[in-house]
């Protein structure tokens, strides 16, 4: 008797079998788009200086299978003032990065996060 398997037979189990990668790939539920760390922070330093003007109030994240969304409140139980949005199909195209206001129009779009957020920049205005 020895510990060593028999080298003889298959070492495959019977219901063992082959399986195309390609079919497997479809098979499985894919990820849902994620915001990256980078860019989390990129949106977190924007909600945060809007929170200490008093804009807005809170926030809510959504990791879809073909998305990922970041919606701004000004009251949880409202709509959202804004929706950022990272649409990686869309990458090749007009880019990946949105901003969306409450009616749906697309205030920004572009394929660099912090050129879409320039967006929420207040243009400088003239006193009297």
Known sequence: ????????????PQDASVVSLSEYRQ??????????????????????????EGEWKDYSIDHLKDRAVFCVFKRSGEMPLFRIEKNPKLAAKQGA????????????RGHELPQVLKV?????????
């Open 1 to 12: 008797m020895t510990d060593q398997p028999d080298l003889q037979g298959s070492n495959r």
């Open 27 to 52: 098979s499985r539920d894919p990820a849902p788009v994620t915001f990256h760390r980078r860019e989390l922070d990129a949106i977190l330093r924007i909600y945060g200086r809007m929170v200490g």
């Open 97 to 108: 990065y949105s901003v969306i206001n409450t009616n749906g129009m697309i205030l920004k």
């Open 120 to 128: 929420f920049d207040k243009a400088l205005k003239l006193i009297d």
